[in-house]
């Protein structure tokens, strides 16, 4: 018996991408309290279960990408991958988001004229938007 499905997350984990890449579609972002007396947003995905509670670094990627309004990131991909992060003294693997593989925009730069992202996973590959758990 595995003590991590005993007691299974409401929120993704770097554990769920089971090492792989996923290219996801944002459903919404949402604030809420995740139980720790305090509010995080929350991005949620279309056809997923489990959202993912953003950290400062994933969400200043996220909005780099495709701007500062969270209502606006509906509709929008992003590729969600694990990397080894410095968490409280440790390393430990972490959620991190980029680019989807093959992201283009004209000129190299965002609808805004923001100069564009590379994307930051270790190496773009096919679509992998497959079923995931959660």
């Known amino acids: 018996m595995k003590v991590s499905e005993s007691f299974p997350s409401k929120y993704l984990k770097s554990e769920d991408l089971k090492g792989k890449k ?9 604030l809420e309290d995740i139980g720790d007396d305090s509010n995080k947003m929350i991005v ?5 279960q489990k959202g993912m509670v953003l950290n ?13 309004e969270t209502d606006l990131w509906a509709g929008k991909q ?3 991958y694990t990397m ?16 989807p593989p093959g992201q ?10 923001r ?20």
């Open 44 to 48: 949620y995905f279309q056809n997923r």
């Open 78 to 80: 992003v590729e969600l």
């Open 56 to 68: 400062k670094t994933n969400a200043s990627q996220i909005s780099y990408m495709y701007g500062d």
């Open 22 to 30: 996923h290219v996801v579609t944002i459903s919404h972002v949402h």
């Open 104 to 113: 283009t925009i004209e000129d190299g730069a965002m609808p805004d004229g």
């Open 84 to 99: 080894m992060v410095s968490f409280q003294g440790r390393m430990v693997p972490g959620l991190r988001v980029g680019a």
């Open 115 to 134: 100069p564009t992202l590379p994307n930051t996973s270790s190496q773009a590959g096919p679509n992998l938007d497959d079923e995931i758990p959660f």
